[in-house]
């Protein structure tokens, strides 16, 4: 059964950091892209960075441009999410999403929709 799981998420102040994980198991994760989304209380989920199966390409919103930064070890199975410079609206849960197959158009990475596979969230709150 394909899993992922995240980590890292917790409490931190408004300028602080914070470095998820989503371990992933049981598929070839190397053949798959990676997202992260979040969810706010009350607003729908939102896409926030992109990781293409190679690392060669990555994609970010433009709310977290700049601050965040996705990686991906291969070794590790792992793909992490490194927050900096966080600030109260980043505050949600977190999720990553996989998925490995062909996709029709330019933008499909931003919808939830077109991802596969999903892990169950973390919690990333960041106080004022």
């Known amino acids: 059964e394909v899993q992922l799981v995240e980590s890292g998420g917790g409490l931190v102040q408004t300028g602080g950091s914070l470095r998820l994980s989503c371990q992933a198991s049981?598929?070839?994760?190397?053949?798959?892209?990676i997202a992260w989304f979040r969810q706010a209380p009350g607003k729908e989920r939102e896409w926030v960075c992109f990781?293409?199966?190679?690392?060669?390409?990555?994609y970010y919103a433009d709310s977290v441009k700049g601050r965040f930064t996705i990686s991906r070890d291969h070794a590790a199975n792992t793909v992490y999410l490194q927050m900096n410079i966080l600030k109260p609206e980043d505050t949600a849960v977190y999720y990553c999403?996989?998925?490995?197959?062909?996709?029709?158009?330019?933008?499909?990475?931003?919808?939830?929709?077109?991802?596969?596979?999903w892990g169950q969230g973390t919690q990333v709150t960041v106080s004022s």
């Open positions: 999403a996989a998925d490995g197959s062909l996709h029709a158009h330019t933008y499909w990475y931003k919808d939830n929709d077109e991802w596969r596979y």
């Open positions: 049981e598929f070839t994760f190397e053949d798959y892209a």
């Open positions: 990781i293409s199966s190679s690392a060669g390409k990555t």
